[in-house]
């Protein structure tokens, strides 16, 4: 775990109070007052978060935003801040709210540019999603992938900004829509952020996959959308050397049923 941050940083956005570190995250993540700190790895992206995610209508959920210092910046010292949202995650999975979140999020976000930063990032999960798109050959190897390359076919829709992590980051509180939190941004069709919460759903947390199909059954190409989530995950688990692969032949059971 990281040390939080420290008295310019909270000075700058006017925090009062003693950190307290919260769970996720990496241990890159505490509450002071009525802000949440984080540790921003690209201070271009979150700058943008800033000035864009404000303009998002936030019709059915609530959106997480970053909040500027006193002094205007997005970044002091490698920290950005957001205000907290009320809600939490679920007991009980709730996959088909969270999927109907997704197709309610990224309507709204339809009239978003294309941020420069999508296009320079080279982590792990930035890897996986070109590798899963065509746009560039995969640096690593695994039977489980070449199976799944060999079912990937052309696909033909418009791209636009997606949240591309929603599996844990909606959060629910009792009368109140549900919270996105921890935007993660990719440059796709919109039904691939849904591709990607059922092949997490499915593969990590032993989901029902002919409920949540039914539940994206309106979605165009989903079937290829599925395949390109499973290498997107699979290529990054690889970059960061997981060893426990097992449940990504669940992948291909239901890739394969689906590309039939």
Avoid at 244 to 260: F, K, M, N
């Amino acid at each position: 775990m990281s040390d939080g941050p420290g008295a310019v940083v909270l000075s700058a956005f006017g925090a009062d109070g003693d950190p307290t570190a919260l769970p996720g995250g990496e241990g890159s993540s505490w509450r002071v007052g009525n802000l949440v700190f984080k540790r921003v790895p690209s201070g271009n992206e979150w700058r943008w978060l800033g000035e864009h995610l404000p303009s998002i209508r936030e019709e059915g959920f609530r959106l997480a935003k970053p909040v500027a210092a006193l002094d205007r910046r997005w970044v002091v010292d490698g920290w950005g801040a957001v205000a907290p949202l009320s809600g939490s995650s679920p007991t009980t999975p709730r996959w088909g709210e969270v999927l109907a979140v997704s197709d309610r999020l990224h309507l709204e976000m339809r009239h978003l540019p294309k941020p420069s930063f999508v296009d320079r990032r080279t982590h792990p999960w930035s890897v996986g999603d070109r590798v899963a798109w065509g746009e560039v050959g995969s640096p690593v190897h695994h039977d489980v992938l070449d199976l799944l390359l060999a079912l990937r076919r052309p696909v033909d829709l418009a791209p636009q900004l997606i949240h591309g992590d929603l599996t844990g980051n909606v959060l629910f509180a009792d009368g109140r829509p549900p919270a996105v939190i921890d935007p993660t941004m990719y440059w796709r069709p919109a039904g691939y952020a849904s591709a990607i919460v059922v092949g997490d759903a499915v593969r990590w947390h032993g989901a029902d996959a002919d409920a949540l199909l039914a539940a994206v059954a309106h979605l165009d190409a989903f079937p290829q959308l599925y395949v390109r989530a499973c290498i997107f995950r699979l290529v990054a688990a690889l970059l960061f050397d997981h060893l426990d692969l097992d449940a990504y032949a669940h992948d291909v059971e239901l890739a394969e049923r689906l590309t039939a």
